[in-house]
């Protein structure tokens, strides 16, 4: 006989209880409100309260964010999976979302520039790069080849979102990221991150809605 | 005066150091070979080699998954991200892939059944859950609503990825499914979950290839 299991099956309900553990749970003192409700969403993410610990702003990362956002500045995303967790309803300008992996160029230019495909992408976002967010949540030769784009002139994003994931060069690149001058910017430390963790930031930073 | 950063910049090279350190620093013993490969994507995929510790596969899992795609069986995901993160280069029989969230018939459905509307779109799988490989990586309810349709006599799965991530039934959705009688399937316990590692769970499935 079917048997019915005892849940919360109210989308509002679960979201409000989420937020509620999360707050009651993170350390979350040594953040402003706008970084607060980005920590609250990446914890959201993954599920482990402890990320707050490794959560670096710099100073004014959140602020200027959600000010690209509400200038309709494009989001530019590393992973297909960045650009389909976005949810488009909590973006206040509708924003454009931007990620070129598949571009059909991208396989000869990263033979060309001798990088990853996921590097090589980054060299087709151009002029869009002038103002955005830039939300990184899986390739560490991404967030390297950013920068190494910004240093020979590319235009800067108001915004670097840095969650590159794993084993080889993420925990280098995130703190490369963050000692970048004069680049506002948002990383998980550590081997720590990944493409839900950088979707949780840009929808905190999309809307005040918790 | 632009900079260069030192860093591999071969994706092969960097698999290749990836896996070996996940191999290395991670307690793989209690696993077999198909199960093994499993669990190294899916710490790959979040960076952590703890997570090894919370996986539990049910006796046939990761075998009924693997066959399961060889035989063509479809893809159902619960959200847009574990699609889109699927590495369609490595499935063996150009399966297809199936996520009925954005479905414009969902949002009545959840009304109609009171529940979510990641539940909800598991209604209109019907059919192609005969045999199929689920992959949860978001919703505590989509998974229990899984749970219940089969409980109503809906087609059984080959194998269900229980992944689903976060605060609110999230471990308690994954304990149920692992306490399924006669339902093959894997989880990670407890909070940690989400679309990255249901994702990595069916690429490593999908390919012998590390």
């Given at each position: 006989m079917p048997?019915?299991?005892d849940?919360?099956?109210?989308g509002q309900?679960?979201?409000?209880?989420?937020f509620?553990?999360i707050?009651?749970?993170?350390r979350?003192?040594?953040?402003?409100?706008?970084e607060?409700?980005?920590?609250?969403?990446?914890?959201?993410?993954c599920?482990?309260?402890?990320?707050?610990?490794?959560?670096?702003?710099?100073?004014?990362?959140?602020?200027?964010?959600r000010?690209?956002?509400?200038?309709g500045?494009?989001?530019?995303?590393?992973?297909?999976?960045?650009?389909?967790?976005i949810?488009?309803a909590?973006?206040?300008?509708?924003?454009p979302i931007l990620?070129?992996?598949?571009?059909?160029?991208v396989?000869?230019?990263?033979r060309?520039i001798?990088n990853?495909?996921?590097?090589?992408?980054l060299?087709?976002?151009?002029?869009?790069m002038?103002?955005?967010?830039?939300?990184i949540?899986?390739?560490?030769?991404?967030?390297?080849?950013?920068?190494?784009l910004i240093?020979?002139?590319?235009?800067?994003?108001?915004?670097?979102i840095?969650m590159?994931v794993?084993?080889v060069?993420?925990?280098?690149s995130k703190?490369?990221?963050?000692?970048?001058?004069g680049?506002?910017?948002v990383?998980?430390?550590g081997r720590?991150?990944g493409s839900?963790?950088a979707?949780a930031?840009?929808?905190?930073?999309?809307?005040e809605?918790?």
């Amino acid at each position: 006989m079917p048997h019915t299991y005892d849940y919360i099956k109210d989308g509002q309900a679960i979201y409000a209880k989420s937020f509620a553990t999360i707050r009651s749970e993170a350390r979350l003192d040594r953040f402003n409100t706008e970084e607060a409700r980005v920590v609250v969403r990446v914890i959201h993410a993954c599920g482990m309260v402890d990320v707050a610990e490794e959560v670096i702003f710099s100073s004014h990362a959140a602020h200027a964010g959600r000010e690209a956002l509400l200038a309709g500045k494009p989001i530019l995303c590393d992973s297909q999976m960045v650009a389909h967790g976005i949810t488009r309803a909590r973006l206040p300008a509708d924003n454009p979302i931007l990620c070129t992996l598949n571009d059909p160029k991208v396989p000869e230019l990263a033979r060309q520039i001798g990088n990853t495909r996921s590097a090589a992408a980054l060299d087709l976002w151009g002029e869009h790069m002038d103002g955005a967010v830039v939300a990184i949540g899986n390739a560490p030769t991404a967030l390297f080849h950013l920068l190494e784009l910004i240093d020979a002139g590319a235009p800067r994003p108001a915004l670097v979102i840095g969650m590159a994931v794993g084993f080889v060069g993420a925990a280098e690149s995130k703190d490369a990221l963050a000692a970048y001058p004069g680049l506002e910017s948002v990383i998980v430390r550590g081997r720590l991150g990944g493409s839900a963790m950088a979707v949780a930031a840009v929808n905190a930073l999309a809307s005040e809605k918790e």
